[in-house]
């Protein structure tokens, strides 16, 4: 079963079986919990992904020069060895030259250095105006006691006129409670 799946049916089930670990992951209001001061962003209340619905955040790029851009999460605590359930909603309207949809997640250390990026791409040429699901099973590598995720988009065909832009909704990052390190 894929993560998605399995965190909708954990989210939808009425009962709280595992904690989304992202502060303000569903943007229903706004976008706080959210930064990056490389790109624009706004709260987006007409549109969103399939789990929370209306409320999304829109990410414009700075820049068309081919590049990644996004929105970086609030530091959330993890565990080392733990695995994590990940996932989030994205669309690239029509309008814009975004290619791709991306996140990662960063893991650091106690003195706060980056010890390792796991990433869930969608590769290039996803459908216009269309909520795109991602979903990956990562496990915090070894001295790790705190991560970020980065929603990022890529942006289209260097030269172009507009900037890139696209939506983000329904990010989710939870920890694994029943295999937590094997059988344990």
Same mark, same amino acid.
């Given at each position: +079963?894929?993560?998605f $799946?399995m965190?909708? $049916?954990?989210?939808?089930?009425? @009962?709280?079986?595992?904690?989304n670990?992202?502060?303000?992951?569903?943007?229903?209001?706004?976008?706080?919990g959210?930064?990056n001061?490389?790109?624009?962003a706004?709260w987006i209340?007409s549109?969103? =992904?399939?789990?929370?619905?209306?409320?999304s955040? @829109?990410?414009?790029?700075?820049?068309?020069?081919?590049?990644? *851009?996004? +929105?970086?999460?609030?530091?959330?605590?993890? @565990?080392?060895?733990?695995?994590?359930?990940?996932a =989030?909603? *994205?669309?690239? #309207?029509?309008? /814009?030259?975004?290619?791709?949809?991306?996140?990662?997640?960063?893991?650091?250390? /106690? /003195?706060?250095?980056?010890? @390792?990026?796991?990433?869930?791409d969608? =590769?290039?040429?996803?459908? %216009?105006d269309v909520?795109?699901?991602? %979903?990956g099973?990562?496990?915090? #590598?070894?001295?790790?006691? /705190?991560?970020?995720?980065?929603?990022?988009?890529?942006?289209?065909?260097p030269g172009q006129?507009?900037?890139p832009?696209g939506l983000? %909704?329904?990010?989710v990052?939870m920890?694994?409670?029943?295999?937590?390190?094997?059988?344990?």
């Open positions: +079963m894929h993560a $799946l965190i909708l $049916l954990l989210l939808g089930s009425g @009962q709280v079986l595992a904690q670990l992202l502060a303000n992951g569903d943007f229903s209001t706004d976008i706080s959210w930064s001061a490389f790109v624009t706004e209340s549109d969103g =992904g399939p789990i929370s619905g209306n409320g955040m @829109q990410v414009t790029g700075s820049q068309n020069n081919n590049g990644v *851009f996004g +929105m970086n999460s609030n530091t959330f605590l993890v @565990q080392a060895g733990y695995w994590y359930l990940t =989030g909603s *994205f669309k690239t #309207p029509a309008s /814009s030259v975004s290619e791709r949809g991306l996140y990662f997640i960063e893991w650091f250390d /106690s /003195s706060e250095q980056m010890i @390792q990026r796991d990433s869930v969608s =590769g290039y040429g996803v459908a %216009d909520w795109l699901d991602l %979903d099973y990562l496990q915090a #590598p070894p001295l790790a006691v /705190s991560a970020i995720m980065r929603l990022m988009l890529q942006s289209g065909i006129v507009n900037l832009f983000w %909704d329904d990010a990052v920890q694994e409670t029943v295999f937590t390190d094997g059988f344990d």
